[in-house]
């Protein structure tokens, strides 16, 4: 299990996450979180290029600010759609129109993990398949007075209130959440057992 696995290890969490700081204590990790400051521009339309290329800049910047056999995991998540990324929205007009495209659409949510220890960057990432209810403009915009949308990627949160909007999930809960365990479970038995 990964509190077993990882019981013995300085463990930071290259994030300013609350969701992903809960579901490491939900799985038992102890870690120190450190949010990495990188520039998390999206300069790329491929959900892959840019989650790989943001979890392993955030894991390795916090690398270097900690000896060697610290474990280091920087992480990303992406909300796509119809060929488009869908950050963080700017304002409410854009929270409102990202949860208009989602609205009794499918989307797909892509995380990847970045592991560094002891010299070795370890990287995957897995990606889950959402399908949201039709959406009123009224839940729209008392959805938009919960403030939940603002700091999250595609501008809903499954944990909170957006989850009344999900009809299905084909994939990974947690990576909907921001933090694949599965995922993570199987890159620790990689990186620690080599």
Avoid: W
Avoid at 97 to 120: A, F, M, P, Q
């Amino acid at each position: 299990m990964i509190h077993n696995l990882l019981q013995d290890k300085q463990v930071i969490l290259a994030s300013a996450s609350p969701r992903r700081r809960e579901i490491f204590n939900l799985i038992g990790v102890q870690a120190l979180q450190i949010p990495a400051e990188i520039d998390e521009s999206i300069l790329y339309n491929d959900p892959r290029k840019v989650i790989k290329e943001h979890a392993k800049n955030k894991a390795k910047a916090v690398a270097k600010k900690y000896d060697n056999d610290c474990l280091i995991v920087g992480a990303d998540t992406i909300v796509y759609q119809d060929r488009q990324i869908l950050g963080k929205p700017a304002d409410k007009f854009e929270a409102a129109d990202y949860l208009s495209r989602l609205s009794g659409n499918y989307h797909y949510v892509y995380t990847g993990i970045s592991i560094e220890y002891k010299h070795n960057n370890y990287y995957d990432y897995t990606k889950s398949r959402v399908e949201f209810k039709d959406l009123s403009a009224y839940e729209i915009e008392e959805y938009l007075k919960t403030g939940e949308p603002f700091d999250k990627a595609g501008a809903y949160g499954i944990q909170g209130y957006g989850s009344q909007f999900i009809k299905k999930i084909t994939g990974c809960y947690f990576n909907v959440m921001g933090f694949p365990v599965y995922l993570f479970y199987n890159m620790l038995l990689r990186c620690l057992h080599e």
